[in-house]
């Protein structure tokens, strides 16, 4: 027991050292093309060793395929593949305790998780494109297509060790100006790890886990800066490139912000004449009969105008993205030039609006190979007696192509005042989601839309432009709730620190050194 206990101490100190000792061989001109990927299976399954490959070897997808093909042949079925949108080595070496300091790592769950496995498997350096395929080769070998989950609902699976099943785990990344918010954020995809493999675990199904990225976090350029703060000519060369290519950027985007001043989309309908104004309140449904019965109108103080059209719905976005997910890739698709700009006339036959409804139809022809799609928004207003007024929410996103329809339930996280329009900086169904599928088994799982710089009014519309804008971003941020709490911890010690001073009580007698000694009695 103690021979194969430190064998297998060796072979996981092994993996660790492999994939530390890369981030010296490594070439900084190819480190943006490669990102890490952890294999490992449940407690108590044992897979055919694989050795590892030699220190800067890139594993390309031919090879993933093959490390692939012999961990599920042997092994669990039911694989749980946690993808992270990016991911490099130097995330592991920076937040990982690497350098002896366990207690200060960001990633205790799938460190435990690889020491209790016996046959864990660290590829250091897996070029990007083939892990972009991974989700297609694991749903090739496995015959099953992919479950887009959350650690809440996985309680709610019933798994079977004998069927396959290929649960997927979207994990975000993003880093920010202080570079301890990229360890919170890789602090938190540990704790979802922790979460799904506990949750796993009491379903006694054995599984195999796979954790990789979509496309490296580090590019070369900033890694080469890094590298260079210890000087040389050539160093301080590619330090200046990356400002270039920095200020290049910020031109563009400039340039971008200046060219996405369109106008919104609208979709209009014909004004209120009396026959459509009769019809539309009850009167009658003989246009005939309403058209004879004007005075009931005027009775009514119903106002009619004889034509023309009126605003009814406003869409406006900087950008309209749709992707779907192709033999494990997602295609992307921008519909930004098809809906806005100068000349687009955007095709909205479907569209239909009324006090309580309305829903927008954004027609397209050669998506993604489709040639009939269809941007559906569907809305909604009541009115709540808890609030007393009346709201719209967004209750569904609709993509229709070829006849079959993927749904997005938005109405929990998009919805305003009915007088307001509804603004956001970014809904979408993949990274703080505002949007989610219908249910497990709907085609939306298939499906990622991306709207940034989000704005829409389906009611209470004046004219051609938008109501005041209720935001989706809440008024008390996470600093302004430090702050107050701060304040009011600042408040209460000042109160306490009154009221002991207001306790302290002034002697009423003094000793007099010519007369006897005061004798103060116990009692008082």
């Not at 943006?32 to 108590?44: A, F």
């Not at 918010?181 to 949750?199: F, P, R, Y």
């Not at 955007?346 to 139809?361: E, F, I, N, R």
């Not at 998009?414 to 989610?436: D, G, H, K």
Request: proline share 5%; aromatic share 10%; hydrophobic share 35%.
């Amino acid at each position: 027991m103690a021979t194969r206990g430190t064998l297998r101490l060796r072979s996981i100190s092994a993996c660790l050292a492999v994939f530390l000792g890369a981030l010296n061989v490594l070439n900084t001109a190819s480190c943006d093309e490669q990102v890490p990927l952890i294999l490992w299976t449940s407690e108590g399954i044992s897979l055919p060793r694989q050795s590892p490959p030699a220190a800067g070897h890139i594993v390309g997808q031919q090879q993933l395929t093959s490390y692939l093909e012999k961990v599920l042949n042997e092994g669990p079925k039911n694989v749980v593949l946690f993808l992270q949108d990016k991911m490099s080595i130097e995330d592991f070496t920076m937040y990982g305790g690497a350098f002896g300091n366990k207690q200060d790592t960001a990633f205790p769950n799938l460190e435990g998780a690889l020491m209790s496995s016996s046959s864990p498997l660290v590829l250091p350096a897996v070029s990007w494109p083939a892990s972009n395929a991974v989700i297609g080769q694991l749903q090739d070998q496995l015959d099953t297509s992919p479950l887009y989950m959350d650690p809440e609902t996985l309680s709610q699976l019933r798994l079977n060790g004998s069927s396959p099943a290929l649960l997927v785990f979207r994990l975000p990344y993003g880093i920010g100006a202080d570079l301890m918010s990229a360890k919170e954020i890789l602090s938190g995809n540990d704790e979802v790890i922790g979460q799904v493999l506990s949750t796993m675990k009491t379903q006694s199904v054995p599984y195999t886990a796979i954790y990789t990225a979509l496309q490296p976090s580090r590019e070369a350029a900033s890694l080469s800066m890094e590298a260079g703060l210890g000087g040389g000519r050539s160093l301080l060369q590619a330090r200046g490139g990356y400002r270039e290519r920095e200020r290049e950027r910020e031109r563009q985007r400039r340039i971008k912000e200046k060219a996405g001043t369109y106008a919104p989309v609208e979709y209009k309908v014909e004004e209120l004449t009396s026959s459509s104004c009769c019809v539309r309140h009850g009167l009658s449904t003989d246009r005939t009969i309403c058209n004879n019965a004007s005075f009931i109108l005027s009775s009514l103080s119903l106002s009619f105008s004889p034509g023309g059209e009126e605003t009814c719905i406003l869409l406006w976005a900087k950008s309209l993205s749709v992707y779907t997910l192709r033999s494990g890739r997602w295609d992307f698709h921008d519909l930004t030039p098809s809906t806005f700009g100068e000349g687009v006339i955007p095709k909205l036959h479907g569209s239909s609006c009324d006090k309580t409804k309305a829903k927008l139809v954004l027609n397209y022809e050669n998506v993604l190979g489709y040639l009939n799609f269809k941007l559906i928004f569907a809305m909604s207003q009541r009115h709540y007696k808890v609030s007393a007024r009346r709201w719209f929410t967004l209750d569904t996103v609709e993509l229709e192509y070829n006849g079959t329809k993927a749904k997005f339930n938005g109405s929990r996280n998009v919805y305003a005042p009915a007088e307001y329009s509804y603004r956001c900086e970014s809904v979408t169904n993949f990274r703080w989601p505002l949007l989610v599928p219908r249910s497990f088994n709907d085609p939306a799982n298939q499906w990622r839309v991306s709207f940034e710089d989000f704005q829409i009014q389906g009611f209470n519309l004046t004219g051609n432009e938008f109501s005041y804008a209720s935001d989706c971003a809440g008024f008390f941020s996470p600093g302004i709730w430090m702050g107050l709490m701060t304040s009011l911890l600042m408040v209460l010690v000042l109160t306490y620190g009154l009221h002991m001073i207001m306790q302290l009580r002034t002697m009423d007698r003094f000793d007099d050194p010519k007369g006897p000694a005061i004798s103060v009695p116990q009692t008082e």
